[in-house]
């Protein structure tokens, strides 16, 4: 018996991914995710407490955002060698990378624009945690007075993930553009020298 729920219980939450990444959020309910996994809608109340406690236990069990050690490859001396304009570059691109590698990362970032719920909000609270753990790290390496890590980090990853948003289902040549004009701007924005 309890086998048969644990596989149920997997074939639920596989359906809400299966959902996410072919239909987008707004195919996200009871009754789809019932069909999908083949099961009645009421086991989805009784394993998960219902829609909420079902999109918070997917959450716990994905790998909905990076790490910082995923962003920062680089050790010490390598580290050492690198300006900050260069290895806030880096970290930007690779953000980019983690990002376009997790399609049901994207879908749920398009689904927080408009609605909050536990599978939304445990995406933020990750991004939050991981972006100020990746801050202190890169301040341990460049404690420049004056120039705030965060903030940077913050407007460029802000755009990185509106446009993460926008293209996710989109590959044209104007899409392209956009997204080398983004690393142009960022690579001339790092690099111009103060006043």
Not at 54 to 75: G, K, M
Request: aromatic share 8%; hydrophobic share 40%.
């Amino acid at each position: 018996m309890k086998k048969s729920r644990i596989l149920t219980e997997q074939r639920i939450l596989d359906a809400v991914e299966h959902i996410l990444l072919q239909q987008g959020f707004p195919a996200v309910g009871i009754n789809a995710i019932a069909r999908q996994a083949g099961c009645d809608k009421v086991l989805i109340y009784r394993y998960f407490g219902g829609f909420d406690g079902l999109l918070q236990r997917f959450a716990e069990s994905h790998d909905l955002w990076w790490t910082v050690d995923e962003v920062i490859t680089e050790n010490m001396d390598e580290i050492s060698q690198l300006s900050l304009p260069q290895f806030l570059e880096r970290l930007l691109k690779r953000h980019i990378e983690a990002l376009q590698a997790r399609p049901l990362t994207q879908e749920i970032m398009a689904w927080e624009l408009s609605a909050s719920n536990p599978l939304t909000r445990a995406l933020h609270k990750i991004r939050s945690e991981q972006g100020m753990l990746l801050v202190k790290k890169v301040r341990l390496h460049f404690n420049q007075p004056g120039i705030d890590i965060g903030g940077i980090l913050g407007i460029f990853g802000s755009a990185i993930n509106h446009l993460i948003i926008r293209t996710r289902h989109k590959h044209s040549e104007y899409e392209k553009e956009e997204w080398w004009r983004l690393e142009q701007t960022i690579n001339s924005l790092l690099n111009c020298p103060s006043r």
